[in-house]
Every structure is written in structure tokens, then in C-alpha cells.
């Protein structure tokens, strides 16, 4: 059992930067894939980003591609996203979330494949 504990966000201007950090307790860390989700209300939740277990295959949502980027530290527990030219449409509730997955699992998308959550933690980008 994977615990998930987020912490950054918060409210920025338009073009500006902000890192979310997410750390794991319970499991083994290093089998985990891991992934950020963001939604906002009325809308489904979206794929961000996500990061296979050792940390060597990324893959990115459209609409951040080139100005966020996902990492994780296993020795900390911890993945990262850095969130760079933000936009007023990256405004939504983001959540990090993990799959224990075998080695050579391929990436997913799909947030019915992570079984464990963050809490979530708001990110408001100012016009």
C-alpha cells in the first residue's frame, strides 16, 4: 500500500513557474510508475504526465508537452513536475498518482490503471 502526499502549488502569474512534489510512503517506491492528473470541475481529469519506474521512459500530455516536465527521485520517494510557461488554461485541481507495474509494463494514460492518489493540490494561473 502506496501512500502519496503532494505538496507546491499554489497561485502564479501567466508565464511564470511552479514545481509540485508528491512522496510516497508504504510500497516499494522503485516498482511504481508514476503519473500527474489535473481536472477541472465539470470536466473529466486529464493526462499530464508520466514516468516509467526507473525513470527512463516519459511520456507527456499535447497540451504541456515542452513546458512541464516530470523526474523522480527513488532514493527520496519522490516525483516531481515542473511546470514552466504556464498558461490560465493550466488552472486545475492536479493529483499525483502510481502503478505497481513490472519492469517492462508499457506507459498508460489512463487513470483507471493507477491505484493510488494524492490528495490534489490546486494550481491557478492569473491572466
Known amino acids: 500500500q502506496v501512500q502519496l502526499v503532494q505538496s507546491g502549488g499554489g497561485l502564479v502569474q501567466s508565464g511564470g513557474s511552479l514545481r509540485l512534489a508528491c512522496a510516497a510512503s508504504g510500497g516499494q517506491f522503485s516498482r511504481h510508475a508514476l503519473a500527474w492528473f489535473r481536472q477541472v470541475p465539470g470536466k473529466e481529469r486529464e493526462f499530464v504526465a508520466a514516468?516509467?519506474?526507473?525513470?527512463?521512459?516519459?511520456d507527456y500530455g499535447d497540451s504541456v508537452k515542452g513546458r512541464f516536465t516530470i523526474s523522480r527521485d527513488n532514493a527520496a520517494k519522490t516525483v516531481y513536475l515542473q511546470m514552466s510557461s504556464l498558461k490560465p488554461e493550466d488552472t486545475a485541481l492536479y493529483s499525483c498518482?502510481?502503478?505497481?507495474?513490472?519492469?517492462?509494463?508499457?506507459?498508460?494514460?489512463?487513470?483507471?490503471?493507477?491505484?493510488?492518489w494524492g490528495q490534489g493540490t490546486q494550481v491557478t494561473v492569473d491572466r
Open positions: 514516468i516509467s519506474r526507473n525513470g527512463g521512459e516519459l
Open positions: 498518482a502510481a502503478r505497481h507495474t513490472i519492469l517492462t509494463a508499457p506507459m498508460t494514460r489512463a487513470d483507471r490503471d493507477y491505484s493510488y
